[in-house]
DNA sequence: GATATCTGTTTCCTTTTGGAAAGTAGTTTC
DNA sequence: GAAACTACTTTCCAAAAGGAAACAGATATC
């Protein structure tokens, strides 16, 4: 199974794979665009308020992408010293740049569902 | 474990969700951004020039996630009757409205990095 | 006739992902 | 002091994803 780059082989397309690789790398999963999409709209928030939130998620898979997340840069965490101890998770500088890419997506997802349904 | 949404329970909200799970259902694993970026930029590739493009893939994957987004519309098949019997792969229409996604994911993924290089 | 090319499929295996449920731990309210 | 709330972690398991290699069928070239 050799091979050798024929058609797309440019430096350019070279980076942008890499690019695709390394988003893919940090968003890869089921939840993790729906918490960076939660987080987006309303910061600040805390762990039982994005289990309400992420519709269908449980506490591990919540508490793992967060984690995932955190060790990202793309959300924060702040342990507040209150009467039961809360938890404030926000989005951060680096991962506010997702809100477009995100915004994409869904777009994307809106009309793709329309022209499935015309098509029926 | 009891839920109810207090924050993001709006009409849009749930539109949005709904739109990301459908995007995702469509475009997850490892190889459909890679393989559909590829099929943007040169359209009409046969299956050993994908291939050879998309770099690390194996037959097996690309045959299965031709055959996925074929299914979903993104991409062409057309066999041709050429003396080695070979096949063109192009993208559709529909495909082709993904392009500005893959814009910006990988204009994110080129961003990140160099944020990421910056503050090590 | 042997080898090569094109387009896959099939098999077998390992890794990754995801989920349900129970457990841990601290605080606070009744 | 029992129950409830917040915030997780751990365990155990099932399902999905992914990969290497072999196989297959058709044509075409050496």
């Not at 690789?21 to 999963?29: E, F, N, P, T």
């Not at 591990?60 to 809360?86: A, F, G, W, Y």
């Not at 500088?93 to 022209?115: C, D």
Request: proline share 1%; charged share 25%; glycine share 6%.
């Amino acid at each position: 199974m050799k091979k050798k780059a024929t058609v797309n082989n440019t430096f350019v397309c070279q980076v942008r794979m890499q690019a695709i690789r390394d988003a893919m790398s940090v968003l890869s999963g089921k939840w993790k665009f729906h918490i960076l999409g939660t987080l987006i709209e309303g910061d600040k928030l805390g762990f039982m308020d994005l289990l309400r939130e992420v519709d269908g998620i449980g506490t591990k898979m919540l508490s793992k992408e967060l984690q995932d997340l955190e060790i990202n840069h793309l959300v924060s965490r702040t342990v507040m010293n209150t009467k039961p101890i809360t938890v404030e998770y926000a989005i951060t500088e680096q991962g506010k740049t997702l809100s477009t890419v995100i915004e994409e997506l869904a777009n994307w997802g809106i009309e793709y569902r329309k022209s499935i349904l015309d098509t029926k």
